[in-house]
DNA sequence: TTCTAAATATGATGCAGATCATAAAGTGCT
DNA sequence: AGCACTTTATGATCTGCATCATATTTAGAA
């Protein structure tokens, strides 16, 4: 779905400043999200205060389907990481798109798919791996999405918080990684190099 | 999708033994499976010979869209739990039935939400809570599925296939959460009271 | 350039859950 | 009823990572 397919709809975009909450667990669903710029994370957060990213999520890209349509509750915060301009689209356009906007059902059955993939590769890391071995794989996973030579813009919390690990392991896991050469770094940051 | 339909237009049904692999990782997908009956289990397996159950699927459901959608190869294995009738869909006639079968996209979607769902709140638990609060957690969203009175049918050995916990870890976890009267048994078995 | 806050670094200690070992109940089969 | 196999049980020890404390480095703002 084109986001300026939506706007040329009708639809309006709302502006929202970072850290600002688009919604919050427990909270009945009623829209589906789009990004039209800027970025959000979907977090959860522990009794002791813990964020675990669920997802991140940028301009072209939407968020909050899968509480909508099964009906019930959000699990999770979604909270603006940079200023932000989204399109809210509520239940029934949203059904309305996807009965009569032609492959967008497709779309979105290829999105969820993808998440699911990486969601059950996170669990089999979280269920049965060391801090050191999930790690390599979300890094492994992150930079195959930027080019050959260029640098993963994490910080080290936030390996942490897609890991389920602390800061502190996280930085010796990633000094670890580096020294047996299985992750290469400049000048403190995480490089791909093929 | 209903089963029947399938047999109608002339889908094929086969026939496995309990313990028959249906894929593994690593492999190419190239069928979706519909349940005729049966049940089958989605596993990863640890380089340590760990399981971690990723699903369990039931007559009437069907596995292995998500792959074979984003054509990756597989995670997970596919084991079948009980002798089980299996439908083998093609990648081409899978996309043929959600261009023509009237709500059948629309079921996928939902299908994947609710995996995505499930996938979202363990990964939280795997993360962030130590092993009573996955426990409770996991034993209370099987319970939901079974009526009142009634008691689950799984070993502790699956709960910590399920929680990436060990089964002695289990064992102790399920007495403590008993003694505190947050789960209820009866002759060693976990049974929903309300 | 200087100030301040965020990010990275590193050592010391504690603890939940893994691991190992061994036994007692169940459960199904003949 | 007897046997084999699976599941549950329980204690003892070990260990990876969390936690706590305290620097040091880096980045962004004035």
């Given at each position: 779905?084109?986001?300026?397919?939506?706007?040329?709809?009708?639809?309006?975009?709302k502006t929202f400043k970072k850290d600002a909450i688009i919604y919050e667990?427990?909270?009945?669903?009623?829209?589906?999200?789009?990004?039209?710029?800027?970025?959000?994370?979907?977090?959860?957060?522990?009794?002791?205060?813990?964020?675990?990213?669920?997802?991140?999520?940028?301009?072209?890209?939407?968020?909050?389907?899968?509480?909508?349509?099964?009906?019930?509750?959000?699990?999770?915060?979604?909270?603006?990481?940079?200023?932000?301009?989204?399109?809210?689209?509520?239940?029934?356009?949203?059904?309305?798109?996807?009965?009569?906007?032609?492959?967008?059902?497709?779309s979105i059955i290829k999105t969820l798919s993808k998440r699911l993939f990486?969601?059950?590769?996170?669990?089999?890391?979280?269920?049965?791996?060391?801090?050191?071995?999930?790690?390599?794989?979300?890094?492994?996973?992150?930079?195959?999405?930027?080019?050959?030579?260029?640098?993963?813009k994490v910080t080290r919390q936030e390996l942490a918080d897609m890991t389920?690990?602390?800061?502190?392991?996280?930085?010796?896991?990633?000094?670890?990684?580096?020294?047996?050469?299985?992750?290469?770094?400049?000048?403190?940051?995480?490089?791909?190099?093929?």
């Open positions: 779905m084109d986001i300026q397919k939506l706007i040329d709809k009708g639809f309006a975009v667990p427990g909270m009945q669903p009623r829209y589906v999200y789009f990004i039209k710029s800027g970025e959000v994370r979907m977090v959860t957060i522990s009794d002791e205060g813990k964020e675990f990213i669920q997802g991140v999520f940028k301009a072209g890209q939407y968020f909050g389907e899968p509480a909508l349509l099964i009906d019930r509750p959000y699990l999770a915060f979604t909270i603006i990481n940079k200023d932000s301009h989204i399109i809210q689209v509520s239940k029934d356009d949203f059904f309305g798109l996807i009965e009569n906007e032609p492959g967008f059902s497709m990486y969601k059950s590769m996170m669990l089999e890391e979280l269920a049965n791996e060391k801090a050191e071995h999930r790690l390599l794989t979300i890094i492994n996973y992150l930079l195959a999405e930027v080019k050959v030579g260029e640098q993963l389920g690990l602390r800061v502190e392991t996280v930085i010796r896991g990633v000094k670890s990684l580096s020294s047996k050469e299985e992750i290469f770094m400049v000048r403190g940051k995480i490089v791909r190099v093929k």
